[in-house]
């Protein structure tokens, strides 16, 4: 039986040798974002702005080659230090997408990062987020570092 668009979903860990409110916290300042939200590497840019509420809005648009790439979505869920909730709007996933983040201590300076996010346009949209967020947490690991 074949997925639905509706079924893709993908999940991302990473541990991060940083302590975890550090490493939460960056996920909800634009001036961070801006720095590690950019999956081209370092040819990439990017602007943020954000609410960081719950019902609170982000927009990060990430230019790469001359061309803007706009994402947004609206907190879901902010725990602090421990999870984030959000919808994302991107060029490649559906308007209902979800991202969910849980940040795990796993001692005084070592974080784990588990991002899993649902519903995909296709299954290269799908594998292409993949490669973004993988990209995404090592920019966020550098930034930090």
Do not use: C
């Given at each position: ?45 990017s ?7 719950k ?61 899993h ?12 987020h ?16």
């Amino acid at each position: 039986m074949t997925e639905t668009l509706n079924e893709l979903e993908l999940t991302v860990s990473r541990k991060i040798p940083v302590p975890r409110q550090k490493v939460f916290d960056a996920w909800l300042s634009p001036r961070m974002m801006e720095k590690f939200m950019r999956p081209g590497g370092s040819d990439m840019t990017s602007t943020a702005t954000n609410d960081p509420v719950k019902g609170g809005r982000f927009s990060i648009i990430m230019q790469d080659a001359g061309k803007n790439i706009p994402h947004a979505g609206t907190y879901l869920e902010i725990d602090p230090h421990s999870r984030l909730a959000f919808t994302w709007e991107s060029p490649h996933s559906l308007d209902d997408s979800v991202v969910t983040i849980d940040f795990a201590e796993l001692g005084p300076s070592l974080t784990e990062i588990r991002l899993h996010q649902v519903k995909f346009r296709s299954e290269a949209a799908r594998d292409g987020h993949i490669s973004g967020w993988t990209a995404i947490f090592e920019a966020l690991e550098e930034t930090l570092g």
